[in-house]
């Protein structure tokens, strides 16, 4: 019986000893460090408990937390039943001392309150809170602390004040409502509903000018979202702006990221797009499409009337990036484009349909075919004229059939594009993507010049075919072969500047082709120096070998001096000089046997069609000038050299008859009045 004395005493020390312990102010105060340590270990931050208080039935307990957070928890428990019902109050001043916990950057304030009631196994948490100045309930329950089941009702939460909390830019502001319950959050098994919809919201335009470069404009907008979480997540969300309407529907099963969502875009003012894309638009544009498969493969189809096209394209993505691109463009109205792209209108009419079959989107791995086809273009020539100040042929048309492959970083082009002017067969264009190049051979075939009348400033007549080479890098690079006249014209251009290399081109032809007096006949050869930015040219021809054919000046001098101007074959002939913008100064020198012709002056207004020219000659012991003037067609040709040759003769004939009969005196008084 002592003994059981004794035992019964020592548990009651012990049950005395722990009441005290834990029941007691005493035993708070010895305690409270203890609890304070472990708080501070669980948070990776300083604490002080400012307020303990322990008894058998009831607990009350204020933490500070780094200084700067306050934290109260207070209300009664059941020893016996194991359960309890307590309230708590959190003032987070200063949420930034959470980063670490959160392993995200908090910055801000936070007030929440309200109850903990339950047992160990069940907990039930109801509280309130104005974060982000909203009006937010919370429900959370907890089993086996596991999280249950949440719900969420959010009352006109300050997007921006959310933002800021997470240390992100406001780069968008309105008011977020938002009502949500989830009782699953197994990615296997989810359950629960979320919806909410945005008021008021604004696009922060000067951060996303600064941050990402787009200058748009102000732009409003509401939006309304759903989503049922049920294994899968179904969605709906509408986006309605002053810049643009979004609406998509879809299922999200996110164990394996598998989507599955229809979407339209709808802009009705492209206009203000301007800001944000750097050019103008205008018009509207409406898009929609889906998007179907997980992140290891995808497939996105898209359909739009862009341009009053019939447009349907679909890409392929691998983790959620293009892959492939295959579809068509139908009946896509090339008026309309330069409409939408803010160009004059330089089409009437025209229409294009493309075929795509792109295997690889790859930058360095393209992989792929693009067949274009452009009918019925008509050119708008008013608006061609009044920006370029250039004439075209009445009703010029235009069509093309182009097909384009891609292999790695080249786009090679071949087809034809044919026109009312000319036709022009592209054996090869090739770009180079990643040297920004294009190496272009080509040939250009006019079957009748005279189509290029407007173009030219003037009449032509004949054909040309032109053998082309270009390549265009930093620097646009153009040589060309051209089988014409008889001869051969080679050009080379680099930039500005153009030399042409001219072959045995048979002069008779070329002024029969620019509807001149065929005058003379023979071969040409030299070089024409052309720099178009200073709009001026540097010209030497070489004639020699050639002779005149029948014309006014030949005429004149067969009258004059019996000269048979067509019988003189010219060993030395050279034609030099410049032309600036429509005026030419020539030079001219030419050599026969019996006779040599020099420039005085020689200026052709190209574009008035006028001649201003005086032509020496010499020939036998004969010097006098011959005048050009006029219309470049036909020319005035007038020389003083029959009056000269007249006023010989009567000199001869006096001198014969007279003789020795007539004076000194006299001699000299008449050969004075024969000069005029």
């Known amino acids: 019986m002592k003994a059981l004395s004794y035992i019964a005493a020592f548990f009651a020390f012990i049950f005395i000893s722990v009441y005290i312990l834990l029941f007691t102010s005493i035993g708070n105060t010895l305690i409270s460090p203890y609890i304070n340590d472990k708080i501070s270990q669980a948070l990776n931050l300083p604490t002080k408990i400012e307020n303990f208080r322990l008894s058998t039935s009831k607990i009350a307990l204020a933490v500070d937390i780094d200084g700067k957070n306050k934290l109260l928890v207070a209300g009664k428990y059941s020893l016996v039943n194991l359960d309890f019902n307590l309230i708590y109050d959190v003032a987070f001043n200063d949420i930034s001392s959470f980063s670490k916990l959160a392993k995200q950057p908090l910055q801000g304030n936070l007030n929440t309150k309200g109850k903990i009631e339950g047992n160990l196994e069940n907990i039930l948490v109801k509280g309130t809170s104005d974060i982000a100045s909203s009006d937010t309930k919370y429900q959370i329950t907890l089993n086996n602390n596991t999280l249950e089941n949440i719900q969420l009702v959010m009352k006109n939460g300050d997007i921006s004040g959310l933002l800021y909390m997470i240390k992100q830019k406001p780069i968008i502001k309105g008011e977020l409502n938002?009502?949500?319950?989830?009782?699953?959050?197994?990615?296997?098994?989810?359950?629960g509903n979320i919806n909410g919809y945005v008021s008021n919201g604004i696009f922060n335009t000067e951060i996303i000018k600064k941050d990402f470069k787009l200058d748009i404009p102000q732009t409003r907008f509401i939006s309304k979202?759903?989503?049922?979480?049920?294994?899968?997540?179904?969605?709906?969300?509408?986006?309605?702006?002053?810049?643009?309407?979004?609406?998509s529907k879809g299922k999200i099963?996110?164990?394996?990221?598998?989507?599955?969502?229809?979407?339209?875009?709808f802009i009705s003012k492209l206009e203000l797009l301007e800001s944000a894309i750097g050019?103008?638009?205008?018009?509207?544009?409406?898009?929609?499409?889906?998007?179907?498969?997980?992140?290891?493969?995808?497939?996105?189809?898209?359909?739009?009337?862009?341009?009053?096209?019939?447009?349907?394209?679909?890409?392929?993505?691998?983790?959620?990036?293009?892959?492939s691109?295959?579809?068509?463009?139908?009946?896509?109205?090339?008026?309309?484009?330069?409409?939408?792209?803010?160009q004059p209108p330089y089409l009437k009419k025209g229409l294009l349909d493309m075929e795509l079959d792109i295997k690889s989107l790859e930058k360095e791995n393209l992989k792929g075919d693009i067949k274009t086809t452009i009918a019925n273009i008509l050119l708008n020539n008013q608006t061609i004229k009044k920006q370029f100040n250039q004439e075209l042929p009445k009703n010029t048309t235009l069509s093309a059939d182009l097909l384009t492959k891609l292999d790695k970083t080249s786009a090679l082009t071949t087809g034809e594009i044919n026109s009312s002017i000319?036709?022009?067969?592209?054996?090869?264009?090739?770009?180079?993507?990643?040297?920004?190049?294009?190496?272009?051979?080509?040939?250009?075939?006019?079957?009748n010049l005279s189509t290029l009348e407007s173009l030219a400033g003037r009449k032509l007549r004949g054909n040309a075919q032109i053998n082309i080479a270009s390549l265009i890098n930093e620097n646009f690079t153009l040589n060309s072969d051209t089988d014409i006249l008889e001869g051969h014209l080679k050009t080379a251009t680099l930039n500005e500047k153009t030399d042409?290399?001219?072959?045995?081109?048979?002069?008779?032809?070329?002024?029969?082709?620019?509807?001149?007096?065929?005058?003379?006949?023979?071969?040409?050869?030299?070089?024409?120096?052309?720099?178009?930015?200073?709009?001026?040219?540097?010209?030497?021809?070489?004639?020699?070998?050639?002779h005149f054919e029948e014309n006014e000046l030949t005429l004149l001098l067969a009258n004059a001096l019996k000269l048979?101007?067509?019988?003189?074959?010219?060993?030395?002939?050279?034609?030099?000089?410049?032309?600036?913008k429509d005026i030419i100064d020539a030079d001219i020198t030419m050599e026969s046997d019996n006779l040599k012709i020099s420039t005085k002056r020689c200026v052709i207004d190209t574009k008035k069609q006028i001649i201003s020219s005086v032509l020496a000659f010499k020939y036998r012991h004969y010097d006098f000038d011959v005048v050009i003037k006029g219309d470049l067609k036909s020319p005035k040709v007038s020389s003083k050299i029959a009056q000269t040759i007249l006023k010989e003769k009567a000199k001869d004939k006096l001198e014969k008859n007279l003789g020795d009969k007539l004076g000194d005196d006299v001699k000299g008084l008449l050969q004075n009045l024969l000069k005029f």
């Open 178 to 191: 938002i009502n949500t319950e989830i009782s699953s959050f197994d990615p296997d098994n989810l359950l």
């Open 225 to 247: 979202f759903d989503a049922a979480l049920n294994k899968d997540v179904t969605y709906n969300v509408n986006f309605d702006s002053t810049l643009a309407k979004l609406d």
């Open 253 to 265: 099963k996110a164990q394996n990221q598998e989507i599955k969502s229809d979407f339209s875009l």
């Open 279 to 323: 050019m103008k638009l205008k018009g509207k544009l409406a898009l929609n499409g889906n998007i179907a498969g997980d992140k290891n493969e995808a497939l996105l189809t898209l359909k739009s009337d862009l341009a009053n096209s019939d447009t349907a394209l679909k890409v392929k993505l691998k983790e959620f990036q293009p892959k």
């Open 325 to 342: 691109l295959e579809g068509k463009i139908e009946k896509l109205d090339l008026s309309q484009i330069l409409y939408m792209i803010n």
């Open 422 to 447: 000319a036709n022009i067969l592209i054996k090869s264009l090739a770009y180079d993507t990643k040297n920004n190049s294009i190496d272009a051979k080509s040939v250009l075939n006019i079957e």
């Open 500 to 546: 042409i290399a001219i072959k045995d081109i048979d002069v008779s032809s070329a002024l029969y082709m620019l509807y001149y007096p065929q005058v003379y006949s023979g071969k040409g050869n030299g070089t024409i120096n052309i720099d178009t930015k200073e709009e001026s040219a540097q010209f030497n021809i070489d004639l020699k070998n050639g």
């Open 564 to 580: 048979d101007l067509t019988n003189e074959n010219f060993s030395y002939a050279v034609v030099k000089g410049t032309k600036k």
